[in-house]
């Protein structure tokens, strides 16, 4: 073919393929914005959880706390609150208690975060401030504890995702993909001394890189076996174990994901499930669309949880890549509102504070897609209660 033919083709498809994607998720402008729902993973912590040969045991992480955020992932939150301020300060407007809807995990670190973030979103406007030298105001945050656990993490049992999650375990499907890190996995094993208490055999890469990423930040140097796993090969593995757990339907409708289910010899009982959070998002906003009372004047939710959170979020969606989801990483549903139809945008941050957000194509409905037809789609995964079992 001639260069010249070649090049004509080539641009004339780029037209079309760019005009495609770009009027399907260019019709939800920020003009268009009727509400927004947000779920964060909390800030950078310290370390949480210890491995036997961990030559760090005796450090207590003071003044933090074990499992707490630094300084560095304080920072995270209140930077991400300005972020998101400028982003959507015209849609927000200032403040009034209405307007907000906070709900955080049980945990410390996830309440702090929440706290960060609302302090930079909604800081005091002129008539709001009520101490010259101290620009913060408080809000108000969702006390139900019950709730939260049935969002974040329900002490439920949900037998029909371990069941799924057993037989998938024994799968071609399963030994195809973790079999080339066998070696790897063991020598991980050995050398951390995981194995001791014959636990954590699949769940050994995701606890070591969370033990190390902690142990990093604080400035300590990680002792010799690690240095051929860290970072790379490591982060490589935990990602895929961490795919392997929303590789069934069941875990992906419950969002669940379990670090217990993955010990050896022990019944799962807590699960990590965030089906339960995206299922009260799509009844808030049909409360929204209703103009039902309850939900007058709200404008966002915010849900700060965890790791597995924000994993089960994206397998629900169905776009969980093989990939490590970093401190602060959050996830924004914006629902919009275009000639009396509802669409949903779905963002993804899960880089640093500043880095653009990616919109996330959702599989058969695009960047923008419509709330029906989303509906529609997800119907299966909407009422998480009738698959735990
Ligand atoms: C890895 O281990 C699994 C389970 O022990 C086994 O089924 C599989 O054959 C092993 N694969 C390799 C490449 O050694
Ligand atoms: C193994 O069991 C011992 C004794 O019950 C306990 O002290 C230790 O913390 C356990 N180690 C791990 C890695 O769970
Ligand atoms: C916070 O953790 C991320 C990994 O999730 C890391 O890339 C980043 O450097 C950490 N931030 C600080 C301040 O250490």
């Known amino acids: 073919m001639a260069p010249l033919r070649v090049l004509i083709l080539t641009l004339v498809c780029c037209v079309l393929q760019g005009d495609f994607v770009l009027s399907r998720s260019s019709k939800c402008t920020k003009h268009t914005l009727s509400l927004l729902h947000v779920i964060f993973r909390h800030g950078n ?19 933090f706390g074990e499992g ?38 049980q945990t410390w670190r996830c309440k702090a975060y929440l706290q960060l973030i609302m302090a930079s979103l909604f800081p005091p406007g002129e008539t709001e401030k009520w101490d010259k030298d101290f620009f913060w105001q408080a809000h108000p945050v969702n006390g139900d504890c019950a709730l939260s656990q049935k969002l974040f993490w329900s002490y439920v049992t949900c037998p029909n995702f371990a069941k799924s999650y057993r037989i998938y375990k024994e799968s071609p499907a399963y030994a195809k993909i973790m079999s080339p890190y066998n070696d790897t996995i063991t020598y991980l094993r050995d050398e951390s001394g995981l194995w001791q208490n014959n636990t954590f055999v699949f769940g050994t890469p995701i606890y070591l890189h969370a033990a190390f990423t902690s142990q990093v930040e604080w400035g300590l140097e990680l002792p010799a076996w690690a240095k051929s796993v860290w970072p790379e090969t490591l982060s490589e593995i935990a990602a ?26 022990s019944e799962p009982k807590q699960f990590y499930i965030s089906g339960h959070i995206i299922s009260k998002i799509f009844k808030d906003t049909k409360l929204h669309i209703n103009k039902d009372p309850s939900v007058n ?44 139809e509802y669409y949903v945008k779905v963002l993804y941050q899960n880089k640093n504070v500043d880095s653009k957000l990616v919109t996330l194509q959702l599989p058969e409905c695009g960047g923008c897609c419509p709330l029906n037809k989303f509906a529609t ?9 009738t698959v735990c079992g």
């Open 297 to 340: 004047g709200k404008k966002i939710y915010l849900y700060v949880g965890h790791d597995t959170n924000m994993y089960g979020t994206l397998a629900w969606l169905g776009v969980l890549k093989p990939e490590m989801i970093n401190f602060g990483a959050y996830v924004i549903f914006e629902i919009h509102s275009i000639h009396d």
């Open 240 to 265: 895929l174990e961490w795919a392997q757990l929303f590789a069934t339907e069941e875990g992906r409708t419950l969002g669940a994901g379990n670090i217990d289910e993955i010990k050896l010899n």
């Open 377 to 385: 789609l997800y119907a299966s995964r909407l009422n998480p209660e």
């Open 68 to 105: 707490q955020l630094t300084n560095g992932g304080k920072l995270l939150g209140y930077r991400t609150g300005q972020y998101l301020r400028k982003k959507y300060n015209d849609f927000l407007g200032s403040y009034t208690p209405e307007v907000l809807g906070a709900y955080s995990s």
């Open 45 to 63: 912590k310290t370390l949480e959880a210890t491995y036997p040969t961990n030559p760090y045991k005796h450090i207590r992480y003071d003044p």
